[in-house]
């Protein structure tokens, strides 16, 4: 039997016995004595009696055991022309003191505490130093508008807010203190204080007693010791893309995550503890998260923080620079990212000019690893290119190709076999699994392994309507897809409102909310269309309010200011096009896939329930136009 199989039933067969064994390779204050239970929601579990800290994991424990002097954190960003080390000593003590700070200012165990950083040490350490006091931290993407962080806020209705001055985009600076000042204005709830990390590129105001300056704070901080925590207590809050305006709150507690963290990194990654890995990604994102801070420092390996893009910073071979630079290991990005180098250096010129001969794999995830991207960069780098499917509400990978345990062929297009500890199934719509090549609901019977989302912040039901209710006994990933005949999974997107925007997770029905907000529009539909360098770009179509007399362009003008102003520039909405009617049943519901499917030039069926067949002609030809 193969490796991977082996591997795959034990995990499916006994959980329990499996994450047993894998909790045994973490540093527990008190081992649990129970590996799976429920908790009062009727919820699984995992090692609820187990004692621990996340930080602790992530740097004292590696200090503790022979490897301060090795590098934690590299940072490396060419918008600031900055490189920066910092060993595990360095980290553990600069955290320690930020948690001393943050205690000062009466940040306690299960506190919440919004972090709303650019790419900078400084956030990884922010969740650090939450995590070192028990606090719950939740990143907000800077990309983000005050609107959306406004949200974030009211719900989890953090003590402090941390940031920065400004973040550093290419070619332009953006303060971040005034959209954080509107942000806590336009919010029900207040934070009572706001921690600013000055960067020379755009000082901040520090307006009253509320604003406190992050360096002068923590220089008179003592360092606080690391909090000992449940497994079952929340580490994390972190929003994300759901079906309506609201983003969902989804909870990562500290055990399973970590148990989890530290085993992909072995079974997925195959990341040797002296090595290099490179996310790059952005700490607001889950990948970020588990990737760029807690699975590489619980691992006890080197992590590369890059304040940078894949293009224009300075050029496409920024990747394999970095590369070289710094000896990575294991490279993981989205493959929106590598479609921006192919765009710019189709032929791979920079690639050649960089020595990659420590670069074990690629690994690609955020959206689907499209045949003609896999090919480009296995061809250019020849390194083995890896996709793998996983989401924020899981944490790690639900599916891929894991390396560590035994190295399965690559079939284009698929995101391979489940991980062991998923166990993933294709449903139809009463709940039967389909056989192979059938696509239905990518659904995860339960328990989820460790590392799962365990419920939806402070709205549980939100939980149980949006994942758990639909089939029993299961979780519904949100995503369509099927199996072939040899079990590899194939993800072929979403089946609900939600749109991937460069590897970006982001809300149809939010935009639809913002734009049929506008007063000259009666009813609008917003869908994802197909991008060659993106993946999916938004495309609104409005129907006006009778009456109504706008100039379309000055119109669309408006919806695009809208959207950027409350969602973020990050969502990309450029474009609403005038129509007539929309094409809906004669229920009344819109027909969002049939006008994606017309809007990509798809072959589509007209669908049998269709209330006015020529409401289709109408999108085809404006879409001509
Ligand atoms: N803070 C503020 N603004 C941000 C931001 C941030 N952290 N990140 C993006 N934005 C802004 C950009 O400046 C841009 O604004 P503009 O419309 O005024 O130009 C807008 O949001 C869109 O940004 P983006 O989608 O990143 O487009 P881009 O053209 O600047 O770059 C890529 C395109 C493909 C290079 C870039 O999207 C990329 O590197 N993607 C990698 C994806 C990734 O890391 N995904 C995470 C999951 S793994
Ligand atoms: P996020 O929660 O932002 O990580 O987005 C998760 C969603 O991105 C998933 O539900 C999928 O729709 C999509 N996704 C992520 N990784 C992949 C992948 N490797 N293949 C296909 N879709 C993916």
């Not at 506008?518 to 006006?544: N, Y």
Request: hydrophobic share 40%; proline share 6%.
């Amino acid at each position: 039997m193969s490796a991977y199989l082996k591997e795959y039933q034990w995990a499916q067969t006994q959980p329990e016995s499996f994450w047993q064994s894998q909790s045994e390779k973490i540093n527990w204050f008190e081992k649990p004595q129970t590996t799976l239970s429920l908790d009062e929601n009727g919820i699984d579990r995992w090692f609820a009696d187990g004692v621990m800290n996340t930080a602790w994991l992530a740097l004292d424990y590696h200090c503790e055991n022979g490897r301060g002097n090795k590098n934690a954190i590299i940072y490396d960003s060419p918008v600031t022309q900055t490189k920066q080390t910092f060993t595990y000593f360095e980290l553990r003590d600069q955290v320690a003191k930020l948690a001393g700070m943050l205690a000062k200012q009466g940040v306690e165990k299960g506190d919440r505490v919004i972090i709303y950083m650019p790419m900078i040490p400084q956030a990884a350490m922010a969740m650090l130093a939450c995590a070192r006091l028990g606090a719950i931290h939740s990143v907000v993407f800077g990309g983000f508008a005050p609107n959306e962080l406004a949200v974030r806020i009211e719900d989890a209705e953090p003590k402090v807010i941390m940031t920065a001055s400004c973040g550093i985009e290419i070619n332009k600076v953006l303060p971040y203190k005034p959209l954080v000042d509107k942000a806590i204005m336009d919010s029900r709830w207040k934070p009572e204080k706001v921690v600013v990390f000055q960067r020379e590129q755009a000082k901040a105001e520090l307006n009253n007693e509320r604003d406190l300056d992050w360096v002068y704070e923590v220089d008179k901080a003592l360092p606080h010791a690391c909090v000992p925590v449940f497994a079952t207590e929340p580490l994390y809050i972190l929003y994300t893309s759901g079906t309506t305006g609201k983003p969902k709150g989804v909870v990562r507690d500290n055990g399973g995550h970590a148990v989890a963290m530290k085993y992909s990194m072995q079974t997925i990654y195959d990341m040797p503890q002296d090595g290099v890995f490179w996310a790059a990604s952005d700490v607001g994102w889950v990948v970020g998260h588990s990737y760029i801070v807690y699975a590489p420092l619980i691992h006890g390996c080197t992590t590369l923080l890059f304040e940078g893009k894949p293009v224009r910073t300075p050029d496409p071979g920024a990747f394999w620079r970095v590369c070289e630079e710094y000896n990575v290991d294991v490279l993981f990005s989205a493959p929106t990212a590598f479609r921006a180098i192919k765009k710019e250096d189709p032929d791979g010129k920079l690639l050649k000019h960089y020595d990659l001969s420590k670069l074990k794999s690629i690994f690609m995830a955020g959206e689907r690893l499209d045949p003609p991207t896999l090919e480009w960069v296995e061809a250019h780098s020849g390194k083995p290119v890896i996709d793998h499917w996983w989401q924020t509400e899981t944490g790690w990978a639900i599916a891929g190709n894991p390396i560590g345990l035994e190295k399965m062929s690559v079939k284009s297009g698929s995101a391979t076999k489940p991980i062991p500890g998923y166990q993933v199934e294709v449903l139809d719509e009463l709940g039967e699994k389909l056989e192979a090549n059938r696509q239905g609901f990518v659904a995860l019977k339960r328990p989820l392994p460790p590392g799962c989302l365990p419920t939806v912040w402070r709205n549980h039901d939100r939980f149980e309507s949006g994942y758990l209710s639909q089939f029993e006994g299961y979780y519904v990933s949100g995503d369509g897809g099927y199996f072939d005949e040899e079990g590899y999974l194939f993800i072929m997107g979403r089946i609900d409102d939600v749109i991937n925007v460069a590897g970006h997770r982001l809300s149809t029905g939010e935009m639809e909310e913002i734009v049929g907000a506008h007063p000259a529009i009666a009813e609008c539909a917003v869908v994802g269309v197909h991008d060659e360098l993106k993946g999916q770009l938004p495309l609104g179509f409005v129907v006006l309010k009778d009456g109504v007399k706008v100039d379309d362009l000055q119109l669309e003008g408006e919806l695009v200011g809208k959207v950027r102003n409350e969602i973020g520039a990050v969502a990309c909405f450029k474009h609403a096009l005038v129509v007539e009617r929309l094409p809906k049943t004669r229920s009344g519901k819109i027909l969002r896939r049939t006008i994606r499917q017309i809007a990509d030039g798809e072959q589509y069926v007209v669908p049998s329930t269709i209330d006015d067949p020529s409401s289709l002609n109408e999108i085809e030809n404006r879409l001509r136009k």
